[in-house]
């Protein structure tokens, strides 16, 4: 099932890029960093792989890519500066948050947002939903998108390099899947253990508070 699904974003995102070219990559880059899982896995190889064709070039296809991140990444940032803090005072209590982790999420953001921002750029899964805490934390945006595009410019240049590299065999190819899959496969054992924590030290609390009160 999840191969087949694969399949299909993969023809979207070919399509749009053999047919818009820079354009289509700022478009799914944009389109992913708007907390969509449309993966760049995919998007900047193939992008990647026009410039090994000598249809794009390759510093040219990062920085679209760059920009569709910020472009994106404006649209959730707004989302979480906007209704996220009343959406998670309103029904947070559901899912297990509260005013304190709005709190705790806006001081870490005023500390370290900069660089919270740039290596989440540098992370697959991570750096899809980034934006969505930034703007609930009401993170400076002119600092947000520097950060943005400082974090999400190598990133594209790397995919889009590998995928130039490989050249016509980067869809058969079986080493570049294979290590992404693994680091995939890291990154959400991560977030998993971490999801685990939050609702177990949350739960707790909660618990704790009416004997406290």
């Known amino acids: 099932m999840t191969e087949k699904i694969l399949a299909v974003l993969a023809h979207f ?19 992913e960093s ?16 026009l410039v090994h064709l000598g249809q794009l070039k390759l510093f040219w296809v990062a920085t679209a890519g760059a920009i569709g991140c910020n472009l994106g990444s404006a649209v959730a940032y707004w989302i979480g500066a906007y209704g996220g803090r009343p959406m998670v005072e309103r029904f947070g209590r559901y899912v297990l948050l509260g ?33 969505l805490p930034a703007g609930i934390a009401r993170m400076p945006q002119l600092r947000f998108h520097i950060y943005t595009f400082l974090g999400s410019w190598p990133w594209c240049f790397v995919l889009a390099y590998v995928g130039a590299k490989l050249g016509q065999g980067w869809d058969s190819d079986p080493r570049f899947k294979a290590i992404f899959h693994r680091f995939h496969t890291a990154v959400v054992l991560v977030l998993l253990i971490s999801f685990v924590w939050f609702v177990w030290s949350h739960w707790r609390r909660s618990r704790n508070e009416p004997e406290t009160a």
């Open 13 to 31: 995102i070919i399509a749009t890029i053999s047919a818009s070219g820079y354009g289509g990559v700022a478009l799914l880059m944009g389109i």
């Open 99 to 131: 005013k304190h982790d709005l709190d705790r999420t806006t001081h870490f953001f005023n500390r370290f947002g900069g660089i919270t921002v740039f290596v989440a750029r540098l992370l697959p899964v991570v750096r899809t939903f980034i934006a």
């Open 34 to 49: 708007a907390c969509v899982p449309l993966p760049s896995e995919i998007i900047m190889p193939f992008a990647g792989y």
